[in-house]
Structure formats: C-alpha cells, structure tokens
C-alpha cells in the first residue's frame, strides 16, 4: 500500500536555526498537508497545499513557517528561526481529489529544539 | 476554526467486551467526519469515514447525528489489538468549492484492552 513518507524521523535543532523537514505525499495525491503535534496535547492544523500554492492556513503558521513544492514529488515545511515551543511531532499528510477524502498521514519528523 | 470535544478516557475495557465512544463537534458548517486512531507516539491512522446514513466495518461501527453535531464508534469484540488512542476528527470548508480542508482533531479518547 502506498504511503507517505517523512525524513528525518528525528531533527535536533539550535533554537534560532532554520530546519527544513520533508515528506513524500503518495504519487496520485494532489492535496498536501502539514500538522504538529505537541507532546500530550491534540494534532493541530497548520497548511494545507493544492496547484502549488497554500489553501489555507491556520494561526499557528506565522511568517516563520514556510512550504515549498520544489519538485515533482517532494513537500517541505521550513521553519526560519526556531523557538523553544516549536519542539513537536510534524505529520505531513496528503488526500486525492475528491470530497470526503481521507488524508494519509506520514509517521512523523520528531522535532527538538535546544 | 471550532473544536470537537472527546471524553479523554482513559477507557478500560475487558477483550470481547462492546465498547463506545462519542463526540461533539461546534462547527455546523462541518462536512467531513472520520475516526482515526493514533498509537502512542506515531501518526494518525484511519480507522473509517462516518457517512450520514451510518457505517459499519467489520466490528466497527460509525453514526452521525448532524442535528445534534454528534458522533459516535462503536466497536463490538473489542481486541487487544485495539488498545490505542481513538481520534474524532472534522472537516470543514473554508473556501467555496475548496477541497483542501485541515482536518480539526479531538483530544482522543483513550481505550486499554485487558486480556
């Protein structure tokens, strides 16, 4: 079965840097995904991605977040100057066409800021 | 972007026992409804999409109350296997004719199997 994948699995980061953490959306995927994860707390919504360009997103994705489709099948979420409170699990998910479709999610990038 | 709200358990519960679980969700613009299950520490994975009419999969089985912005899983036969966090999660569209909806999570309902 296909599935999304995400490296790396776990990024330790000087608070202040940039990372950028990547996803392989399933090939037929047109709709793309980032969500976090805060240890012990709820997933929560940040961008959704379709025809190159974001749909929506949500309070949490300030100016210090970016996403880029730079090629024809990866997906990254960049993030300028990371904060302590960035420390999460990433989930980077992807969907068909179609209403009411399901999102597939990656098994994560864990990320700790130092 | 409105909430859904999970009795966050944690749920114990004898194997083969019938088990179920219910949330509420505040937006009624909500078009898309789904439970997923998440095991400690790894991604969400989907367990089914709840469709108006009712579904059922196996010894799963979804509702949707609309009216009353309530849904439900039922899970019959419960296995050990089953033991993991159980994620109530809503669309909703921002956009007209938009399809790339963020999905709304609930905090999950927590569900132990004892042997």
């Known amino acids: 079965e296909p599935e999304v994948t995400q490296t790396p699995s776990h990024q330790v980061t000087q608070m202040g840097q940039e990372v950028i953490l990547r996803c392989v959306p399933i090939?037929?995927?047109?709709?793309f995904y980032w969500y976090r994860q805060i240890l012990g707390q709820k997933v929560e919504f940040l961008v959704s991605f379709y025809n190159n360009e974001i749909s929506e997103k949500s309070e949490i994705f300030d100016d210090q977040f970016s996403v880029e489709r730079p090629d024809g099948s990866n997906f990254t979420l960049k993030i300028r100057s990371t904060k302590l409170e960035d420390s999460a699990m990433y989930f980077c998910?992807?969907?068909?066409?179609?209403?009411?479709?399901?999102?597939?999610f990656g098994d994560g990038t864990r990320l700790s800021i130092l | 972007r409105k909430e859904v709200e999970q009795d966050p358990g944690p749920f114990n519960v004898p194997e083969g026992a019938t088990v179920a679980f219910n949330c509420t969700y505040s937006n009624s613009a909500s078009q898309s409804f789904f439970w997923y299950r998440q095991d400690c520490r790894k991604e969400p994975k989907l367990l089914m999409s709840?469709?108006?009419s009712g579904n059922e999969d196996g010894r799963f089985t979804a509702q949707l109350n609309r009216a009353s912005q309530y849904i439900s899983l039922l899970i019959r036969d419960s296995k050990l296997s089953d033991s993991a966090t159980y994620l109530c999660?809503?669309?909703?569209?921002?956009?007209?004719?938009?399809?790339?909806?963020?999905?709304?999570f609930g905090k999950g309902t927590h569900l132990i199997i004892q042997p």
């Open positions: 709840v469709y108006s």
């Open positions: 090939s037929n995927h047109l709709y």
């Open positions: 998910a992807s969907k068909e066409k179609g209403f009411g479709q399901p999102q597939h």
């Open positions: 999660v809503v669309t909703s569209l921002m956009y007209s004719g938009g399809g790339a909806d963020g999905l709304t």
